[in-house]
């Protein structure tokens, strides 16, 4: 398409690009945020449904355009009691998204730090014209200067001694390590886990470019045994007061800062030595057997004789029948 553009030199209003081009503000909300901050003061202390309707803004599409603000930052409000029990409404409506502890402190007054736009030149005020005659334009006072760089050689530059040259050569070091590459798979998961922080805070919205670069530190975390979710929650804990300004350059920080340690190498079982085979005490034929602990007969031979110990000889039935006629009957209970 064509497009012509006239900046204009008065009557305007500065828009920043972050409201204009917002991708989840509709176009009544761009609209009431331009409209309201192009107002004079006296202008502006109205409510914000009355400035809305001087706009046709009204009705459900005024609370429509209002949530959005209200919960992408642009608006506040805060509702409490007077004098006499009559409630009323302060609202705050600004053209950059704060934070509610950044409202509150522009709202009582108190110093608050926010990430300005970068400065721009002043709007052109009204001036006299300079009295006399126009004149040419001039070049600013700049002569050119002839380049001769086409006219002259530069000599070769001389070889230096050999002997010289090693004997001033710095000793070689010890060659660096290659850093291992980062496995495909824990790097997918690393940006799994920074991309779905948006939908706990808001204000830790990752693009996919943001999340790839980030997915290299955030590996680590999980190459030392941590789980996403103990990433996760390392990355969400202890909100900052003032709020994120950056998620890139916040998230960056903590995951170098709080990079827990590696964890410490286990070192490997020394086996015991074998013991040299000895002769069997038990009774059967003669064998031998490696002991353990200093045993002096087999495993077989120790079990056997547990269980010849364990188990009682039988006892005939006769003598279990005269056991139980000896046993006393009870006696049926008197009436």
Request: proline share 13%; charged share 25%.
């Amino acid at each position: 398409m064509l497009r012509h553009v006239i900046a204009p030199s008065v009557r305007y209003t500065k828009a920043s690009n972050d409201v204009v081009r917002h991708p989840r503000l509709d176009s009544d909300a761009k609209l009431l945020v331009l409209y309201v901050q192009g107002l004079p003061e006296d202008a502006a202390r109205k409510p914000l449904g009355e400035l809305a309707g001087k706009v046709g803004i009204k009705g459900r599409v005024y609370q429509k355009a209002k949530r959005q603000l209200v919960a992408h930052g642009y608006v506040h409000e805060w509702r409490s009691q007077g004098e006499g029990g009559r409630w009323q409404t302060e609202q705050l409506l600004t053209n950059i998204p704060l934070t509610r502890e950044q409202a509150g402190l522009l709202r009582t007054a108190q110093p608050l730090v926010v990430a300005a736009d970068p400065p721009v030149n002043p709007p052109p005020s009204e001036q006299f014209p300079t009295v006399g005659a126009p004149t040419a334009r001039t070049a600013g006072g700049y002569e050119p200067v002839e380049d001769h760089s086409d006219r002259t050689t530069p000599h070769p530059p001389t070889e230096p001694d050999p002997a010289t040259a090693l004997s001033a050569a710095p000793a070689p070091g010890p060659a660096p390590q290659a850093t291992a590459a980062a496995d495909p798979a824990q790097l997918a998961r690393a940006e799994r886990v920074l991309l779905s922080l948006r939908h706990t805070r808001r204000e830790l919205h990752l693009g996919v470019r943001e999340a790839r670069g980030l997915a290299v530190e955030a590996v680590k975390w999980l190459e030392r045994g941590l789980s996403e979710s103990d990433l996760r929650h390392a990355l969400l804990a202890e909100r900052p007061q003032d709020g994120v300004r950056s998620a890139v350059g916040f998230l960056r920080y903590r995951l170098i800062q709080k990079l827990p340690e590696p964890p410490a190498r286990q070192q490997p079982h020394e086996r015991p030595p074998l013991l040299e085979p000895v002769e069997c005490k038990g009774p059967g034929d003669p064998h031998v057997f490696r002991p353990l602990l200093g045993e002096s007969e087999c495993p077989s031979c120790r079990l056997a004789a547990a269980r010849s110990e364990a188990v009682p000889e039988p006892v005939p039935w006769r003598e279990r029948v005269a056991r139980l006629n000896a046993t006393p009957m009870a006696l049926p209970a008197e009436p």
